[in-house]
């Protein structure tokens, strides 16, 4: 550990604090996490969370989930600006619209939305719980929101529902083509290719996992193959090389970077714990109402 990191690691117990880091965070950072996950669990651990402050090193919807779920703890967003522009893309407006276009289906948010997005909605779902999300939803009409490649990958696995989707997108996902699978299978032929659901479906259809970044991480650690090509951001690769140095992991495509999430530094980290910004603050008229949507997701996965 370098002196800074040292400096997190004591300052955080002085102040008991825990640190959330997703797994697309530099590995200086998720070197010094109390918990390194994917969106669900980093959310479930802020809902249980006893320390009085919570650190997210992330971006601004997964600080927000964190607030929403344990209302009473001070969350901090070490980086204020790294958003998610897949969440901006869809806006309260949008949702209102689509109600009245169909008012008899259940409204899905991926978590990957706003606060007054999630209010506006039925129930939330991260990438690892969004098809059992799904299948255990009553009705037969599922209005998914905002991401579009997501919303067809889980409609997928529920043939027996009728899903409208909305036309949001990951623009670090949404940019791997299937050519860019295809390179990679001819400079690596024994790898195998295994994507995230926020890939296109020409995508998904020629690989040969599909899960969130915490089940990537683990079919990899899992699987007898020695040798694969991941389809998510670079921080799931660096952890995998630390995780599971006798297996070999190429990333799909160069630049496969959000970001967004490399906005947070060691420094931020430290700043945040010191000043105790920024603290995060959800709009009381939708607070309830996301925090609604956001307890049926977890509770629906547990
Ligand atoms: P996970 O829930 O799989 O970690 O995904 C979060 C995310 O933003 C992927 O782009
Ligand atoms: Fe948002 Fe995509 Fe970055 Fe995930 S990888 S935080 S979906 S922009």
Redesign the pocket.
């Known amino acids: 550990m370098n002196a800074l990191q040292e400096d997190i690691v004591q300052l955080a117990r002085e102040k008991n604090a825990l640190i959330l880091a ?3 965070q530099t590995m200086d950072i998720q070197d010094i996490a109390h918990v390194v996950g ?3 669990e980093m959310a479930r651990r802020a809902q249980v969370s006893e320390q009085d402050l919570i650190v997210v090193c992330g ?1 601004r919807f997964m600080a927000e989930s964190a607030k929403l779920l344990n209302a009473q703890k001070t969350v901090l967003l070490p980086a204020p600006d790294a958003g ?1 522009p897949m969440a901006d893309m869809v806006t309260p407006e949008d949702v209102t619209a689509l109600r009245k276009k169909h008012p008899h289906a259940t409204f899905m948010c991926y ?2 939305s706003s606060a007054a997005v999630k209010a506006q909605c039925d129930i939330c779902c ?3 719980s969004a098809v059992r999300i799904a299948q255990n939803l009553p009705g037969d009409e599922i209005v998914f929101l905002p991401d579009q490649n997501l919303g067809q990958y889980v409609a997928r696995q529920v043939p027996d529902k009728r899903f409208i989707f909305f036309s949001g997108f ?1 623009p ?2 949404h940019a791997v083509l299937p050519i860019h699978v295809q390179a990679a299978r001819q400079a690596h032929p024994e790898a195998k290719v295994i994507v ?1 659901p ?1 890939c296109r479906p020409d995508v998904v259809d020629i690989a040969d996992f599909v899960g ?3 089940e990537l991480l683990n079919y990899v650690e899992r699987d007898t193959a020695k040798s694969f090509i991941i389809g ?2 670079i921080g799931v690769v660096e952890r995998l090389q630390h995780r599971v140095p006798d297996k070999e992991v190429f990333l799909l495509k160069s630049g496969f970077v ?1 970001p967004n999430m490399k906005k947070t530094t060691l420094q931020d980290i430290y700043d945040a714990l010191q000043t105790e910004h920024e603290a995060i603050e959800i709009d009381p008229n939708v607070a309830d109402g996301a925090r609604t949507t956001l307890e049926r997701m977890v509770r629906c996965r547990l």
Request: net charge negative; with cysteine.
């Open positions: 997703h797994f697309y994917d969106s669900f971006v998610c978590v990957n991260t990438s690892s990951c670090v996902h995230h926020e969130s970044t915490s998510t951001e959000c």
